[in-house]
């Protein structure tokens, strides 16, 4: 095993860097949460504890510091995942911290092309596949027919001095989306006024009532904004909307 010069040291640092900033360029555009930075830092700091692994002589030393490394991204990696309701964000950040560090140890050990075409596989799952993700997110479920008409109902509740022109909004951002009422209506209390609206969806149920909370959720004098799917169609996927 030959001795680790400096200038071995400084090309393999300077390439796993390059590698990490690489893979942070494409998530920093995409405003994640682990950007050009933080995954710069984990490929250097990977790359920086095999590097010692490899100054200090000893032939094994590299691949058990590599497993540790590994272990190490593992928390790192828990830091960024987030519980959003009853899903989980975060996780692609975590993997790709996680791939940070993978190329931070082949460009320490001296595999200068394998850490770049490891880089490239990291961007070219995020550019390529994800679009392809996207398509099958708005492919139909098995089973389920896309042409399918599901009832919603749309609950407002607004003060009541501005019930006509909040009303007058309800029916215009409803109109908006393609989407045509099949009964609404008002209950007035003394300061506030709470509307239904009920419609008939075909197609993205979530998306086009999506548009008319956006519409409306900005209105000064709407108080709670929400939609459900009707009980008759509780067994098909639902989502609800809010005004927070």
Known sequence: MHALTTFDFILRLAVGVACGALIGVERQWRARMAGLRTNALVAAGATLFVLYSEAVGD???????????????????????????????????????????????????????????????????????????????????????????????????????????????????????????TALRARRADEHTELRATVAISGDVAGALEQVVARLSLEPGVRDLHWHLDEEHAHEPSERGALA
Request: hydrophobic share 50%; glycine share 12%; aromatic share 4%.
């Open 59 to 181: 032939a094994g030393s590299p691949t058990r510091v590599a497993a540790y490394v590994v272990s190490g991204i593992g928390f790192l990696g828990g830091g960024v995942i987030l519980r959003d309701g009853a899903g989980v964000r975060g996780l692609n950040t975590a993997a790709t911290l996680w791939c940070s560090a993978a190329v931070g140890v082949l460009a320490a050990s001296g595999k200068v092309r394998f850490a770049l075409l490891g880089t490239l596989a990291v961007l070219a799952v995020h550019l390529v596949l994800r679009p392809a993700g996207r398509l099958l997110d708005r492919a139909p479920a098995a089973g389920t027919d896309p042409d399918s008409t599901a009832r919603a109902t749309v609950h407002l509740e607004c003060e009541r001095a501005a019930e006509t022109h909040i009303r007058a909004l309800l029916l215009q951002a409803l109109t908006a989306s393609h989407l045509a009422p």
